[in-house]
């Protein structure tokens, strides 16, 4: 098989399905007022584990450092250029070279410390997300300097 | 509207739709060869975004630093517990406590650096994603020690 016949095989599978785990709840309402990134003031946030999927938050503690990947679901998926931070003097940048929330899957990547845990409620901060913004998936930090 | 009723509107909403933005083509043919993470000796490897997410790669260059997100396709997702790495004597922990493949949606994140962009294919290395693994999405690092 070549490698333009395994592409094309590929490609027939157009898509898949990501289920939300868990919800963000925060005092941040309206993705106007959201901070950029978590370390431009954002709060400390909650993160409500529908049952189904509580058994995955098994040894997680406070302390620990994990990323929560999250579906920014009011993001536009048809933008593939921007100018950075919507300041028209930086110069046109694809999607992939910058963290706007507007990109074809628009996935959210925030790097947390746990506060408390409370069975399927994670206390989690500081975190630029809406009220709201489905989460799709926690990980843990391997490395300090590496995630 | 309690938190409870915000709650249960939210997940009427069950699903998302992600689709692949490229592949990733490796040496790496089988999930059983393949490292567990990009340091303990993947290979470097090519993705091949597809024509209509090309333009998203605009001003993306030799040297950076990114995170590629990718769906692992040949996981498990009704797994929510394992021992870590497989190994029976470390105890059970949930998924969302580990960077195992097997997970309700499984995402998998990879650091890695562009060695060459030409059109549509970045090399990138080390990353221990298999041959064909769909990518959904890439970002810049901001902070080597964040991201």
Same mark, same amino acid.
């Given at each position: 098989m070549t490698n333009k016949e395994q592409l094309k095989g590929e490609t027939k599978r157009k898509h898949f399905r990501v289920e939300p785990i868990g919800f963000i709840r925060s005092d941040l309402k309206r993705r106007e007022g959201a901070?950029?990134?978590?370390?431009?003031g954002a709060p400390n946030a909650l993160i409500e584990v529908l049952p189904s999927y509580r058994? $995955?938050?098994?040894?997680?503690? $406070?302390g620990d450092e994990i990323i929560v990947i999250s579906w920014?679901?009011? $993001?536009?998926?048809?933008?593939?250029?921007?100018h950075p931070r919507g300041d028209a003097s930086r110069p046109l940048t694809g999607v992939f070279s910058t963290r706007s929330p507007d990109r074809p899957n628009p996935l959210g990547l925030h790097r947390v410390k746990v506060l408390k845990t409370d069975r399927g409620k994670l206390h989690v901060g500081p975190i630029e997300a809406i009220d709201g913004t489905p989460v799709i998936d926690i990980k843990p930090v391997i490395n300090s300097d590496d995630w």
């Open positions: 901070p950029r990134q978590g370390r431009e058994k $995955a938050l098994r040894r997680m503690q $406070a920014l679901h009011r $993001a536009r998926r048809n933008v593939m250029e921007v």
